[in-house]
């Protein structure tokens, strides 16, 4: 798995990007995915039901652009993998018509099928069965593996097992914590997921070490051993405790920051959440907090995308802002009764992040699905056994690589009696028929697949527009370097593409066992979660920008800039990247958030939010995914397949 590193390469900077381009490093394969649309389809002039296309055909990635998927279950898909964006993209240049005209019925008819085997896809599963155990059902899933943002890496480093997340990281702990924020779910208790939790403490470390890779990103949240990474200055370590001494910011910068994290009392209002929703972040930071500070800005940024937001401070609304608990607006807790949240919760995360969750849904639907696992470490660990999820004689059914391309009610939606669905699975094109669906994707793919969508509902759609993340998955065979120079957590900032944070973690011990070694002398996973921020473009444009940048990087670009980032940082404590990496893995998520501006959440213009639109049924089809909650955590998406699954049980 481990390469070479490449010194030729340079570093490839944000600002290498100039409107959704290339420059530089990387052209030649931008060049590979030439803009189609200027011979074929217009120019400019991109059709109007492609609102969030991008100006080249995208459908011919390889694997080298994919890189290796670590080993175990999960290796074949890591991320949107070049063989999951080709075909999507095939699809949305509508290169599958002809195919599609031509594909062949199976024969078989559900009582069920679901399309996407996300949290909300198997939740709605799961529900279902709940009222009707012999119900039959089929879900059907684009990628090579079952869990959608919630899958995992792993990976195999001198004799230890190793996870990292591809995405859904952590649950919000503790329980009644979750609970008092409304971020909780029924399901916990029903898959008698562990209601204590049992951390380990490191070996041979004095580090502050956090639970989770997300707290520590916010300063005031959890505590950790945290440096700053300046090009210039090299690491400071926790500079928050020496008012940034040996950071290179001016003064006003340095006041900004801790007016950030002290600011206390935002105006009082009835209508907060309304009044939140109709500005900007950046404008509440600007108006309401007197911060108006470009690097106020770049710090925010990857932090408020990563968590959630998709994007920053100048697109998303302040009421998202409020969701994902950040600095300033997350005072409005405090005014209606729970306080700071970062005060008493953090997020708690299995091995493999939330994956551990889904596979709890799936062992519940599907009998030997991990062989018989039946403990928590065997739930979570054990291979996936592929022959499980399609037998013949079963009830319940999967397919994975199977991209839905076409469903629609035979007749009108009203008195229909049954749906057609289309898929594409080892490149042929495949029908069966269902009393009901849900639609477990996201609306981008939504609109397109149904293909029957009343004209409200497709404008309801388009209100979605999505942002990419980069999650990498970086398995190291030790980290001295890191004890030796102080630090469990890295911010780093500058323009480097190799992300902006990193954090060491505590596993939580499971039944009896840590799953992983915390020991700097051993193996260890970090992951690094990667947004793409291209401030001052309108909130579209950025979404477009992003994924052309997400989608030109190559492995081996990310690869030499990880390994550069990191020489960089911590070369002075020893780190050296050919002997400490063991190996590398992208997972690259074309459309992860949903990006969320002013007026999303409570409708403008006198018209009800979209995701009331797209709630209420279709005929025989139904809607689920957490982005109709308006801001993605795996308990929504549980929440909105509970309630499609319910909704289509009435019928
Ligand atoms: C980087 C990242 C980090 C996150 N961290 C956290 C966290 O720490 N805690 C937390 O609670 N939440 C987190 N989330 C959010 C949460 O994990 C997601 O909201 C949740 O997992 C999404 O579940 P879902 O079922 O709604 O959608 P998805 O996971 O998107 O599942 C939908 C599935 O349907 C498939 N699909 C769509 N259309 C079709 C089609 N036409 N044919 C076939 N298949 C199709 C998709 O490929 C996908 O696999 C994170 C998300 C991301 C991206």
Redesign the pocket.
């Known amino acids: 798995m481990k390469k070479k590193f490449d010194k030729k390469v340079s570093s490839i900077s944000r600002r290498d990007f100039v409107g959704g381009t290339l420059i530089g490093s990387g052209v030649a394969l931008l060049s590979a995915l030439a803009p189609r649309w200027a011979t074929a389809k217009g120019g400019a002039n991109l059709p109007p039901e492609f609102p969030q296309s991008i100006a080249a055909p995208l459908n011919t990635l390889d694997a080298s652009w994919t890189g290796p998927g670590g080993v175990g279950s999960y290796a074949k898909a890591n991320g949107n993998t070049h063989d999951v964006v080709n075909a999507a993209h095939t699809f949305r240049n509508r290169d599958f018509d002809t195919q599609l005209a031509n594909a062949e019925a199976t024969g078989e008819h559900f009582d069920l099928v679901i399309?996407?085997?996300?949290?909300?896809?198997i939740s709605a599963a799961y529900t279902y069965l709940k009222s009707k155990p012999e119900a039959r059902i089929l879900i059907?899933?684009?990628?090579a593996m079952f869990g959608?943002?919630?899958r995992q890496n792993e990976f195999e480093v001198d004799g230890y097992r190793l996870w990292g997340p591809q995405?859904?990281?952590?649950?919000v702990w503790p329980l009644d914590g979750a609970k008092k924020i409304g971020m909780y779910s029924d399901l916990w208790a029903e898959l008698d997921l562990p209601t204590e939790l049992e951390w380990q403490e490191a070996s041979n470390s004095d580090l502050k070490i956090p639970k989770d890779i997300?707290s520590p990103m916010h300063l005031t949240w959890e505590e950790t051993d945290l440096g700053w990474f300046h090009d210039e200055t090299g690491m400071a370590v926790n500079p928050w405790s020496n008012r940034f001494r040996d950071v290179p910011l001016d003064d006003k910068t340095k006041n900004d920051l801790i007016w950030m994290e002290l600011y206390r009392q935002p105006q009082e209002r009835e209508d907060w959440a309304q009044w939140l929703d109709s500005m900007t972040y950046k404008e509440f930071m600007k108006n309401e907090m007197g911060i108006d500070n470009e690097f106020i800005d770049e710090y925010l940024n990857p932090f408020a995308a990563a968590m959630?937001c998709g994007l920053g401070t100048d697109v998303i609304s302040a009421y998202q802002a409020f969701n994902f608990i950040q600095p300033g607006v997350n005072q409005y807790g405090r005014q209606f009764g729970i306080g700071d949240p970062t005060d008493y919760v953090y997020?708690a995360s299995f091995p493999g992040?939330?994956t551990g969750i889904l596979r709890h849904l799936v062992h519940r639907i599907i009998p030997n699905v991990f062989g018989d696992a039946e403990s928590l470490t065997e739930i979570i660990s054990n291979p996936v056994n592929f022959a499980a999820l399609d037998g013949a004689a079963q009830a319940v059914k999967m397919r994975l690589s199977?991209?839905?391309v076409n469903v629609h009610h035979e007749g009108p939606a009203e008195s229909a009696e049954k749906v057609q669905i289309t898929?594409l699975n080892d490149e042929k094109m495949h029908q069966v028929t269902a009393d009901r669906v849900v639609m477990?994707?996201?609306q981008h793919?939504n609109k397109r697949?149904v293909t029957d969508l009343p004209e409200a509902y497709r404008a309801a759609m388009d209100e979605f527009k999505h942002s990419p993340?980069l999650?990498v998955n970086v398995a190291l065979r030790n980290w001295k370097f890191m004890d030796n120079m102080g630090v469990a957590s890295v911010r780093w900032f500058g323009d480097n593409m190799g992300g902006w944070f990193t954090s060491l973690r505590k596993q939580m011990v499971l039944d009896g066992e840590e799953p992983m070694p915390l020991d700097p002398e051993k193996p260890t996973v970090l992951t690094l979660?990667n947004s793409f921020c291209t401030p001052g473009l309108p909130l579209h444009e950025q979404t477009v920008a992003a994924r052309m940048q997400l989608f030109s990087l190559s492995y081996a670009d990310v690869e030499n800039e990880i390994r550069s980032q990191f020489t960089k940082m911590f070369g002075p404590g020893g780190f050296d990247a050919d002997r400490d990496i063991a190996g590398i893995t992208l997972n690259r998520?074309g459309h992860?958030?949903l990006v969320t501006p002013p007026g999303f959440f409570f409708g403008k213009d006198g018209n009800p939010p979209p995701s009331d639109v797209i709630r209420k049924p279709h005929g025989r089809i139904a809607f689920a995914?957490?982005?109709l909650m308006g801001y993605?955590?795996?308990?929504?998406?549980a929440h909105?397949g509970d309630r499609a699954a319910k909704q289509m049980l009435q019928i």
């Open positions: 399309v996407g085997a996300g949290f909300a896809g059907l899933e684009n990628h959608g943002e919630a995405g859904s990281n952590g649950a997300y959630g997020l992040g939330n199977s991209l839905v898929y477990a994707g996201q793919l697949v993340m999650t979660y998520q992860a958030y995914h957490s982005e993605q955590m795996w308990e929504g998406a909105e």
